[in-house]
């Protein structure tokens, strides 16, 4: 009986399930946890916490749930579910002193760094652009502050840029196809706005490190990213040739707005991503 115990899954509470990474992670790891899937809006706390007192066995919590890419958010709706909601969802998992439930996994973003030249360190300044990044950035702030109230711990994961067959309009690939598209009849492709480095990690990658700080229960943020610096100007003339587009690209402008990871932490807990957003960007295309 003891060995039986020992092999049962463990269970773990997925918010956002129907989302890119909440569909890729549960695919993903569907054998190795029991995944429950919550199945309402996170910002009815009374519901939220009606459902896990029925599910008071769940050892682990992924928050995927939110409203994300660059288009069309309303401010004031995105910080009451990013911010106020997963606020809520973190004090009724504390109230409720579930025996078995020991670590939280906030899934943030890269976009609460300042932009920089430089590799950013889980400890760079911080210097949100958008609401959504705000968002992000205001909730981090309240686990840094108050997670040693808390009877579990709680992992940030600022993930950086990655993309799907699920992504669409409002992220930087989606965004950058799309934008190549529809000026393919052009004989030249002007591309100043995209002239920038980003840091690029499959997504598989990425569901790789979140069941790695889950599995080692990581307290603290942690930048899962692959370390590498692109510029998003070569990807297009990656993504221009696969596509058959003959316009020449060209910027008139310097690289600009920066956000590439130092992986040294990611490293350190025994996680190195190896893929090339060149090579893999072809199974989004």
């Given at each position: ?16 399930a ?60 995105c ?15 504390n ?9 939280f ?53 600022r ?44 997504v ?5 490190s ?31 040739k ?44």
């Amino acid at each position: 009986m003891l060995l039986k115990n020992q092999f049962k899954k463990k269970i773990l509470c997925l918010t956002g399930a129907s989302g890119n990474l909440g569909r890729i992670f549960s695919k993903k790891y569907s054998k190795k946890y029991k995944i429950l899937n919550y199945p309402y809006r996170i910002e009815n706390t009374n519901k939220f916490k009606k459902w896990v007192k029925r599910n008071d066995k769940i050892n682990y919590f992924l928050h995927f749930a939110g409203i994300s890419g660059s288009k069309n958010i309303n401010s004031k709706v995105c910080l009451k579910i990013n911010y106020k909601s997963t606020i809520n969802i973190l004090k009724t998992l504390n109230k409720l002193e579930l025996k078995n439930f020991k670590y939280f996994l906030f899934v943030s973003s890269s976009h609460v760094y300042k932009f920089s030249n430089n590799k950013l360190k889980e400890n760079d300044k911080r210097a949100p652009k958008t609401t959504y990044a705000l968002s992000k950035k205001k909730t981090e702030d309240f686990i840094l502050d108050k997670k040693n109230k808390f009877n579990y711990k709680i992992g940030i994961a600022r993930i950086f840029n990655f993309t799907s067959k699920l992504q669409i309009q409002g992220y930087l690939v989606p965004d950058l196809v799309n934008f190549i598209e529809k000026n393919k009849s052009k004989l030249m492709i002007k591309l100043n706005k995209f002239n920038s480095f980003r840091d690029f990690i499959h997504v598989h990658e990425v569901c790789s490190s979140l069941n790695l700080m889950i599995k080692k229960n990581f307290d603290g943020p942690l930048n899962i990213a692959s370390g590498n610096k692109t510029n998003i100007v070569s990807l297009a003339k990656v993504i221009a040739k696969e596509k058959r587009i003959k316009g020449k690209i060209i910027t008139t402008n310097k690289p600009s707005n920066s956000l590439i990871a130092d992986i040294s932490k990611l490293k350190k807990i025994g996680y190195l991503p190896k893929k090339n957003i060149k090579t893999f960007i072809k199974e989004y295309l």
